[in-house]
Nanobody
Framework: QVHLTESGGGSVQAGGSLRLSCAVS??????????VGWFRQAQGKARERVAD???????TYADPAKGRFTISQDGAKNTVYLQMNSLKPEDTAMYYC??????????????????WGQGILVTVSS
């Protein structure tokens, strides 16, 4: 059973940085090349994708994250990170990591993220 657990959230002033971590467990096939993504949901808004890594290691960023956020992984994708720099109040949200089923994923359709963490709060004050 796949589990994802986020850590590293908190409160920061605008312009500051945070690094989120997502611990991934439960994939049993060493050949699995699954997607892992970071998503966020601000109060009263729809959930949106922030960044993801596909099974080939290609990284994709949503426009608000480009140039400020960096997604990375350890060698085995047991932990996926989201480094967030130059944070803005509009980055305030619950942040979730999510992953797809096992297999070989060369891109990451949003509706294929099946496993989700519990979320972690990021608050950016002005």
């Amino acid at each position: 059973q796949v589990h994802l657990t986020e850590s590293g959230g908190g409160s920061v002033q605008a312009g500051g940085s945070l690094r989120l971590s997502c611990a991934v467990s439960g994939y049993t096939d060493s050949n699995d090349n699954y997607c892992v993504g970071w998503f966020r949901q601000a109060q009263g808004k729809a959930r949106e994708r922030v960044a993801d890594i596909d099974g080939e290691g290609t990284k994709t960023y949503a426009d608000p994250a480009k140039g400020r956020f960096t997604i990375s992984q350890d060698g085995a994708k047991n932990t996926v990170y989201l480094q967030m720099n130059s944070l803005k109040p509009e980055d305030t949200a619950m942040y979730y990591c999510a992953s797809t089923r096992g297999g070989s994923w060369s891109f990451c359709p949003m509706n294929q993220f099946e496993f989700w963490g519990q979320g972690i709060l990021v608050t950016v004050s002005s």
